[in-house]
């Protein structure tokens, strides 16, 4: 049980999504804050539909940042923990602002995060629309297929019981001690304008602090929408989105970054990088819908086995 005040400041970038902002809004106000103080910063990156105007209606107490227009994940999400850590919190919460959070969810992480002395702690992310699904939780690399293996059929029921070790949590909501922030920077929002995320957690790892999903902490996510297929844009389309800009989750230069710093070894990231190229070329892209089908995963509960945390 949390036996002290802690606050959390929860952080989140936004951009002409005011109902599912609203949504997220309700769902964090609803949360069991016994023995936590939450603060929430909205960065809102010049939106148009009103997203402001609602939140100062609606949520007086929450604290609204206006953005450039131009910051992106990376750059809105660093521009609200700045403004957080000034208020000097414990933890801060980086969140997407399309998601609905159980009400339990913030005290279970905040529980496990305590009891390491240097720990970052993810949620378990599920599917809104099939809430049984997870969705883009502890991830592996794996060299020979070229990247970090995502899962596509893990459910509730196949996942450890308890809080287990990572090697990289996603950003959709991640648990950061302040500590970690002042020691080892923010995330680089110009090699990662769209994905800092990718980065960001496997740097802190490296530097020895534990990343932890617990499986207590749900929170319910919408899922993603497919990029168009680069096989059907123009050329100069192709050429930007594969070699120029940065924002685009195709695009070759930064999953190239992603590897060399994500990766167990900047040679590792670099191989798995090459085997992604090669895949790609023999059309056996790992990330398609035919790969994933016909390749089989094991349970999480298995996967992780040696990775469970005895707290």
């Not at 999903?213 to 389309?237: E, G, M, W, Y």
Request: glycine residues 6%; aromatic residues 10%.
């Amino acid at each position: 049980m949390i036996d002290k005040k802690i606050r959390v400041a929860v952080v989140t970038p936004v951009f002409n999504r005011r109902d599912l902002t609203l949504q997220c809004l309700r769902s964090l106000e609803r949360s069991n804050n016994d023995g936590i103080e939450i603060i929430t910063y909205i960065v809102d990156d010049g939106s148009t539909d009103g997203t402001s105007e609602a939140i100062a209606r609606d949520f007086p107490n929450v604290n609204v940042i206006q953005g450039t227009g131009e910051l992106w994940f990376t750059g809105g999400t660093n521009v609200g923990v700045r403004a957080a850590l000034e208020q000097d919190p414990d933890y801060v919460l980086m969140i997407n602002d399309d998601q609905i959070f159980d009400e339990d969810a913030i005290r279970y992480m905040v529980e496990t995060a305590e009891k390491g002395e240097k720990r970052v702690v993810g949620s378990l992310l599920l599917l809104w629309d099939e809430p049984h699904k997870l969705f883009q939780v502890a991830p592996v690399w794996d060299t020979w297929i070229g990247s970090w293996r995502h899962w596509y059929q893990q459910t509730v029921w196949t996942i450890p019981n308890k809080p287990w070790k990572v090697g990289l949590i996603v950003g959709n909501c991640v648990l950061v001690p302040a500590r970690a922030f002042r020691e080892h920077g923010l995330m680089d929002e110009k090699r990662y304008p769209n994905f800092g995320d990718a980065e960001f957690t496997p740097r802190l790892r490296k530097a020895g602090w534990e990343l932890v999903i617990d499986p207590r902490a749900r929170v319910f996510c919408q899922p993603n929408t497919s990029p168009p297929a680069v096989r059907k844009l123009t050329f100069k389309q192709k050429f930007n989105d594969l070699f120029v800009d940065l924002r685009k989750v195709q695009n070759l230069r930064r999953r190239f970054y992603a590897y060399w710093d994500s990766a167990p070894s900047k040679l590792v990231g670099a191989i798995g990088f090459a085997v992604f190229v090669a895949r790609i070329l023999i059309g056996k892209n790992p990330e398609t819908e035919a790969w994933i089908n016909s390749h089989p995963e094991p349970p999480l509960s298995e996967t992780f086995a040696n990775a469970v945390v005895n707290d």
